[in-house]
């Protein structure tokens, strides 16, 4: 089975600090994704790339960037935290078949106060 | 109009009886559907896929797809208490971005 592991399941973190936050999947999967999770707003996609060094814009990627330069690693940074990033992060990964699903890791839950 | 539409629920089950999930998609040339399931506090699961107009089968659980219709459902048999979690329905846009657009999810509740 693919594995998805983020490094952390919880982080607390001051306002202003830069965050990082990593991904990494062991099924050499081209497509790695980042999305938050907030009540009543679903899944919403940060960022992803297609493949190394590759990276795309979502749906809310302010405040965000992305690092992708091994395969396997897709990190997420939070330039300068806010309170408003507060939010469960999940990342995910796919294989480049279209009709494939995704493998999501077991998310972090971050909290800025 | 929302790209992926489910009822947020929740939808109360009897355990033993069908639950039935159901969910709409706005865009036509959609391709591959999805259905996860995630329990409270835990990441999402993908339970079933379907890509073709019909029925699927595994396990328990039913996907069905009317693609004229725009319209997928998960039919789970025999619902159990640890069925209860919030149901995802996903899609997608194989011809277009390639991206997989998530609807917000039914709480499925089964009463003991």
């Known amino acids: 089975d693919v594995k998805v592991t983020q490094s952390s399941r919880y982080l607390v973190k001051r306002t202003g600090e830069k965050v990082f936050l990593e991904c990494v999947q062991d099924?050499?999967?081209?497509?790695m994704f980042w999305y938050r999770q907030d009540p009543g707003l679903g899944l919403r996609l940060i960022y992803f790339s297609y493949d190394v060094k590759m990276k795309e814009k979502g749906d809310i990627p302010e405040g965000y960037s992305v690092s992708r330069e091994k395969k396997e690693r897709f990190s997420l940074i939070l330039e300068s935290a806010s309170t408003n990033q507060t939010s469960m992060y999940l990342c995910?990964?796919?294989?480049?078949?279209?009709?494939?699903?995704?493998?999501f890791g077991s998310g972090t839950r971050l909290t800025v106060v | 109009q929302k790209e992926v539409e489910q009822n947020s629920g929740p939808l109360s089950v009897p355990e033993g009886a069908i639950a039935s999930l159901n969910c709409t998609y706005s865009?036509?040339?959609?391709?591959?559907f999805f259905w996860y399931r995630q329990y409270s506090g835990k990441s999402p699961e993908l339970i079933m896929s379907i890509y073709s107009n019909g029925d699927k089968e595994d396990g328990r659980f039913t996907a069905q797809l009317n693609k004229a219709s725009q319209y997928v459902s998960l039919l789970i048999r025999d619902s159990q208490p640890s069925d209860s979690a919030t149901y995802l329905c996903?899609?997608?846009?194989?011809?277009?971005?390639?991206?997989?657009?998530f609807g917000k999810g039914t709480r499925l509740h089964i009463l003991p």
């Open positions: 099924m050499d999967h081209e497509n």
């Open positions: 996903a899609v997608n846009r194989v011809n277009r971005d390639d991206k997989i657009i």
């Open positions: 995910a990964s796919r294989a480049g078949q279209a009709h494939y699903g995704y493998t």
């Open positions: 865009d036509r040339v959609s391709q591959s």
